[in-house]
Structure formats: C-alpha cells, structure tokens
C-alpha cells in the first residue's frame, strides 16, 4: 500500500504485523518521559529529538495528506515534526495518557470509543465517538470451524487466558498454579506470551493424558485469535484498549485484572465494563487465591454469564473503523 505508511519506534514489535498486512514500516528513535527516573530522563529527552528530527525526513519524502495517531511516545515526535499536516488522534483506551493529552493539541480531531472520553479533552476541540475498531478478520469465524481449527470439543465450556500481546506473568503464573483443578471442569485456551513460554510448556508436560486433551497453549496467536474469542464461554485477561472493541464484537463475558505496574488506564478501562455488567474485576494481588473460585463459580453460572454477555454486546461498535475512515477521508479533502 503505496498510500500508507506506518511509523513506529525502533525494535517495536509491531513492525511483522504491519509489513504482513502490506504497509510500509518505518522507524524512529523514540522514548517515554512519564514516570520516567531522573536518571533516564536526559536519555529519553535526547532520543524525542532525534526521532523528530528522523520524523521530519521521513516526512519529507512521503509528504502525507493526514496524519493518524493511536497514541503512544513514538507519535509525540512525529506530531512535533508534522506540525502544518492535518491529523486525527484515535484514543483507544477511556482515559486518555499524558502522551495523547499532548497530541490533542495538535490534532484537527479526536476520534473516541465512550462518550466518557469527551471530558477529558478541551471543549474547543472537535470530538467525534466513533467505538473500537476490530480486524474484520476476527468476526468471520463461524463456532465450528473455531472448534476445528483449535482442537476443541464442543461439549465442555472454554476459558480463554491471555495477558495481551506480550503476556502476563502474574496470569500466567496463576493459572499454572490451579492448572489441574480448572482443566478438571473445562478447557482452555492459554495465550501466554513468549517470555514465560518456557514454564508454560513445562506445566503442559506433567499433566495427565485427559488434561492435556482439554489444554491449548500457545506463546502467541495471529489469524486464529478471532477463533479462539469465537469458541471462548469466558475470558480472563488484561484490561488493554483491545478488550474495549474485541470483547464486545464477541459478546464475551471477562474476568478482568488490570496491570497493576502503569498507568491506570487498565483499571479505568475494567471498571467502565464492569460497571455496565460486562465484567467482572480482579485486582492482581488478589488473583493468586481467587483465580480458581472466580472462575468455577461462573462457569458454573451460565444465566450469569449470558447476563454479562448480553450487556458486553451493547458496548459493541460493528462499523467503528468506517467511522474513522470517514474522519480521515474528510479531513483530506479540506484540511479541517
């Protein structure tokens, strides 16, 4: 795609994902200050600077008609370099971080996915709700080929466990520890992340034979994510922006933990669901003790379960990335 390209920060995972859709990738030096130490702090302002000064010739050769933003420290450099192009900022998560806050002063406008976020940005900027945009890849999986292509029976419920693109070790960890007990009353399917991949294989090999017919782990999932939200009666995850849109599309009830290490916007995102009947919410200290009776107990509630799905299908936003192809079509074509 000769129209688009995607500009991301040096060794950001992101670069396989965007190059296997067929969009150009480029790079810049970029680095966060919020929160950051005294001690890292000159290094990160130094790295800003150098990616704006790459942000400009990168800039220079495209010449964009629009800029796009969906937050992040790697957009702040960009957006300082591209003052006079006209840009969108896409807030993914409720809450918006100090990153976004920034890049809302310089974009013509803010796409949301609430109308919750419209207080947090100034009332002389353009608001529009728009909902969370999903690959339209993930909603073609029919339950049947969900159930084929993961290997799953169609006669127990499925739990679905992941902490997000890179895993979560307290997830994790917890998991594994009630790993027999669950697999006793259900399957699951089990994204935990490549750095913890090792000791999930490990708990896989001294399972019983039946538990490990009831077990998929995988360190990652592209294509068949869409398969295992299909095939999924619950979800224990993270609260990132994707349970926002993915979730809903899905009408999967959740048992949320929201990362406990960062800014709030995980807890700001699973107590919006939780407080619409969505979602249910875990703290992470408290998961170690309360992984195994939070999720026999809902599992075991299927009126329940399909309460909170019914009320997560509500949240949903089926033409959200329409929305925000209109956003940015309209703003190309007058630059305001």
């Given at each position: 795609m000769d129209d688009l390209l995607w500009v991301g920060g040096e060794g950001g995972m992101e670069k396989e994902l965007v190059e296997r859709a067929g969009v150009a990738y480029a790079d810049i030096p970029a680095a966060g200050v919020h929160g950051v130490g005294l001690r890292s702090l000159p290094g990160n302002i130094a790295q800003i600077f150098k990616g704006v000064g790459r942000a400009r010739a990168l800039l220079?050769?495209?010449?964009?008609?629009?800029?796009?933003?969906?937050?992040?420290?790697?957009?702040?450099?960009?957006?300082?370099?591209?003052?006079?192009?006209?840009?969108?900022?896409?807030?993914?998560?409720?809450?918006?971080?100090?990153?976004?806050?920034?890049?809302?002063?310089?974009?013509?406008?803010?796409?949301?996915?609430?109308?919750?976020?419209?207080?947090?940005?100034?009332?002389?900027?353009?608001?529009?709700?728009?909902?969370?945009?999903?690959?339209?890849?993930?909603?073609?999986?029919?339950?049947?080929?969900?159930?084929?292509?993961?290997?799953?029976?169609?006669?127990?419920?499925?739990?679905?466990?992941?902490?997000?693109?890179?895993?979560?070790?307290?997830?994790?960890?917890?998991?594994?520890?009630?790993?027999?007990?669950?697999?006793?009353?259900?399957?699951?399917?089990?994204?935990s992340g490549h750095l913890d991949w090792p000791q999930v294989q490990a708990a896989q090999d001294v399972l019983l034979t039946e538990q490990k017919e009831r077990y998929r782990p995988f360190p990652y999932l592209h294509r068949e994510m869409g398969a295992a939200l299909r095939v999924a009666d619950l979800a224990l995850s993270r609260a990132g922006a994707s349970v926002l849109g993915e979730f809903p599309l899905f009408e999967l009830s959740a048992i949320l933990v929201p990362?406990?290490?960062?800014?709030?916007?995980?807890?700001?995102?699973?107590?919006?669901?939780?407080e619409r009947g969505a979602a249910v919410v875990v703290r992470d200290e408290e998961l170690p003790e309360r992984i195994f009776p939070f999720v026999r107990d809902l599992m075991g509630d299927p009126a329940r379960r399909q309460r909170m799905s019914e009320a997560m299908q509500g949240l949903a936003s089926p033409r959200a990335a329409q929305k925000i192809a209109r956003i940015l079509v309209r703003i190309k074509q007058t630059g305001a």
């Open positions: 220079r050769d495209f010449r964009p008609d629009v800029m796009f933003f969906t937050g992040g420290y790697v957009a702040v450099p960009v957006a300082l370099a591209g003052l006079t192009i006209p840009s969108v900022l896409f807030v993914p998560d409720i809450e918006p971080g100090l990153a976004l806050k920034t890049l809302a002063f310089f974009a013509n406008e803010i796409a949301v996915i609430t109308e919750t976020s419209h207080a947090f940005f100034s009332s002389r900027k353009r608001v529009t709700l728009t909902g969370y945009p999903v690959r339209a890849e993930l909603g073609s999986w029919t339950r049947e080929d969900a159930l084929q292509a993961l290997d799953l029976r169609d006669d127990l419920p499925v739990l679905l466990v992941f902490g997000g693109s890179k895993g979560a070790r307290s997830l994790n960890r917890a998991l594994l520890a009630r790993l027999p007990d669950l697999l006793a009353e259900m399957q699951i399917v089990h994204i990362y406990p290490y960062a800014w709030r916007y995980q807890r700001v995102n699973a107590q919006y669901l939780a």
